[in-house]
């Protein structure tokens, strides 16, 4: 949703919000959205004073199927290594992580590379 989308939206409100209320929800909606971010994340937005400017810059950032993030998670992938120290279900985890990531992209890997790597 663009700025220009989320005020029209915002004219189109129910009659019966008053702009406190409609405020309120806006507050509500961003603290939704921040809570459900990683730390690391959370830290690049905390600049963002509405939902719709988090939701968009997290879209520009994360959406994007560019040819870039394709090969950075495959380079990711591919040199995936388990650090000394660290638990196994942290290490699956990581690693789950980065498939799914890659699954988002509509990049598909199959059974047995995943078992080799």
Same mark, same amino acid.
């Given at each position: ?17 008053? &702009? &406190? ?48 993030? =394709?090969?950075?998670?495959? =380079? ?24 799914? &990531? ?16």
């Amino acid at each position: 949703m663009t700025k220009e989308q989320w005020v029209e939206q915002k004219k189109k409100k129910c009659g019966s919000l008053t &702009d &406190d209320e409609w405020e309120e929800r806006e507050e509500k909606a961003l603290s939704v959205i921040q809570l459900c971010l990683a730390p690391h994340v959370l830290r690049e937005v905390l600049d963002k004073i509405t939902a719709v400017s988090l939701y968009v810059w997290l879209q520009e950032l994360y959406m994007t199927e560019s040819l870039t993030n =394709k090969i950075q998670l495959k =380079k990711r992938l591919y040199t995936f290594k388990m650090a000394e120290g660290t638990s196994i279900q942290k290490h699956l985890n990581d690693f789950n992580s980065i498939i799914v &990531d890659l699954k988002s992209l509509d990049m598909k890997i199959e059974d047995k590379d995943k078992a080799i790597l």
